[in-house]
């Protein structure tokens, strides 16, 4: 009962924000349009590398666009869906954030139903051309199993990056600079999850594995959809389990924020 | 004529300097960038054995150079410019005695230069005692190097001025920032050096104006273009800032002329 009521006033807020953005409508398609393309130029900088090289240990164009489809639209997701968090530095600077301190909602539902930002189907678009145009020209056969695993993957990055803009909002708590360092995660791990991660150093490998397990919702879960072994030999039940860590990681970074919010003391202004 | 320009010009670089904490955080970020693109390109020439068109080496040394120049790319307007024309405020640029093209591209030529004073020297140091960036082979290299980086400032300026132009009717002008930006990135060499590129595209992208603002210096830099070429390259970069700038008046002037003061 609770968490219809919850569900029913995040669709309120989420609509709200949609009908606004909606009234701008020239302004809208420009962006959702712009989004697209900044964020496929991306591909197209793989498509001319791969072009150049042949292959990246032992990756095809196909293959790569594959672990790159599966993170963009896991991005765009959160990016859509979180922005609330990503705005949370300006709330608290402000103040604004006591005004829903005072309200008898949950803090995170409120702060989540700030903003959700439509144009971010730019990317989301791009991405899933790209994704399933890599699996249809590799043959992917779709089974059952396959399709859920792709979508848990999808979801669990989008949960695991929603976690990090949860982290970036929590930290706002205590500092109001150094939050930059969080976009190293956020986009630097779209940057790096496009790539096959047995490209990258062991220290860096481990860091995005054990520390933010970006592995876990793209590189693991890939070789069990391409039916391929991991030269750092993973164990195929871990490909299928590993996306669980993505929505583990938002329910850790939730506690995280709670902590944050008993702690809060305002501005004051 | 050119006195209040050099006076906004050096006014608004004493106001920007001021952001030191913000270049620090910056730093680190780029950083990690290229440690991010360093790797990946690693692995790129470890997958192959052909010759290419650019060595390693000089892959690496352009990828710093590239993070240690990212902030003079015209990916932005500033923050004051926009809220002057979303406030209507604009309209008291009109006031002033100074021709007001001239005004907004001085403010567009301090904001892409004073930001890469504060980032580029530490990665410069950092980048070249510890990640593998080289010097420029010799002097007369460095020279073209230097001198091809003010025809990128000019470009990036004026390209700048043109997006901030471009606000008079977009508002909050995020779309077009976002295009612009999108070619600056494929088109200038920063996302994949020029050379590495398939022959046709290489063609197209070396007559626009981005490639000026990546692709020529660097290459010079390393000596992958001749010093001897630099009078050809800054030929090129000045017709394009002659053309951008004469878009950017035009624009401004059309701009003005519909703008409607409602008062208040």
Redesign the interface.
């Known amino acids: 009962m609770k968490f219809l009521n919850a569900l029913s006033l995040y669709l309120r807020y989420a609509g709200v924000s949609v009908r606004g953005q909606m009234q701008y409508r020239a302004s809208f398609f420009m962006m959702a349009f712009g989004n697209l393309l900044l964020t496929g130029i991306d591909f197209l900088a793989i498509w001319a590398l791969i072009d150049r090289f042949g292959s990246i240990r032992g990756w095809r164009l196909q293959e790569v666009a594959l672990l790159y489809g599966m993170v963009n639209v896991a991005f765009a997701l959160s990016e859509a869906f979180a922005r609330g968090f990503d705005v949370f530095p300006n709330m608290v600077r402000s103040g604004d954030f006591d005004r829903i301190l005072l309200r008898p909602r949950s803090a995170a539902l409120q702060v989540v139903g700030q903003e959700l930002q439509v144009f971010r189907i730019g990317r989301f678009s791009q991405g899933l051309a790209v994704l399933l145009w890599g699996a249809w020209s590799l043959h992917v056969v779709w089974t059952v199993p396959k399709v859920l695993l792709c979508t848990a993957s999808i979801l669990g990055g989008a949960c695991l990056f929603s976690g990090l803009f949860v982290l970036q909002a929590t930290l706002a708590f205590w500092t109001t600079s150094t939050l930059e360092i969080i976009n190293t995660v956020t986009y630097g791990g779209v940057e790096t999850a496009q790539y096959p991660l047995s490209v990258y150093r062991p220290w860096f490998r481990q860091f995005f594995t054990y520390v933010v397990p970006l592995a876990c919702i793209n590189y693991l879960p890939a070789h069990a959809i391409l039916e391929r072994p991991d030269p750092l030999g993973s164990p195929v039940w871990l490909h299928y389990g590993a996306p669980a860590f993505g929505f583990l990681f938002l329910l850790v970074t939730l506690q995280i924020w709670e902590f944050g919010v008993r702690h809060y003391r305002s501005t004051g202004s | 004529m050119m006195r209040p320009h050099l006076a906004i010009l050096q006014a608004r670089i004493r106001v920007l300097l001021q952001y030191r ?2 270049a620090a ?2 730093f ?2 780029q950083l ?2 290229g ?2 693109r360093m ?2 390109f690693g ?6 054995s052909d010759p ?1 068109p650019m060595t390693y080496e000089e892959v690496v040394t352009y990828i710093w150079l590239s993070q240690a120049m990212l902030v003079m790319m015209p990916w932005n307007v500033e923050e004051d410019v926009r809220e002057l024309i979303r406030s209507g405020n604009v309209v008291y640029e009109m006031l002033r005695p100074v021709e007001l093209y001239g005004l907004w591209f001085s403010r567009s030529l301090a904001f892409r230069f004073a930001p890469p004073l504060l980032r580029a020297l530490p990665m410069f140091v950092i980048a070249g005692m510890f990640l593998g960036m080289s010097a420029p082979p010799s002097g007369a290299s460095a020279a073209a190097w230097a001198a091809a980086t003010l025809g990128a400032l000019l470009v990036s300026a004026s390209l700048t001025t043109l997006l901030s132009v471009s606000l008079l009717w ?3 002008g ?6 612009v ?2 070619a600056v ?2 088109g200038s060499g920063l ?2 050096p020029i050379p ?3 022959e046709w ?1 290489q063609q197209i992208l070396y007559f626009l104006p981005f490639r000026n603002l990546v692709d020529v210096p660097f290459r010079l830099y390393l000596g992958h273009i001749p010093p001897s070429q630099v009078w050809a390259c800054l030929l090129h970069s000045a017709i394009w800032v002659a053309m951008l700038i004469l878009a950017g008046k035009l624009l401004l002037n059309r701009g003005l002329r519909r703008m409607v003061i409602q008062g208040g």
Request: proline share 3%; aromatic share 22%; hydrophobic share 60%.
């Open positions: 904490a913000a955080a910056g680190g970020t990690f960038w440690f991010i790797m990946i692995a790129f020439y470890q997958s192959t290419q977009t508002v909050t995020e779309g077009v920032s976002r295009l930006f999108s990135v494929f996302a994949v590495l590129f398939p595209l």
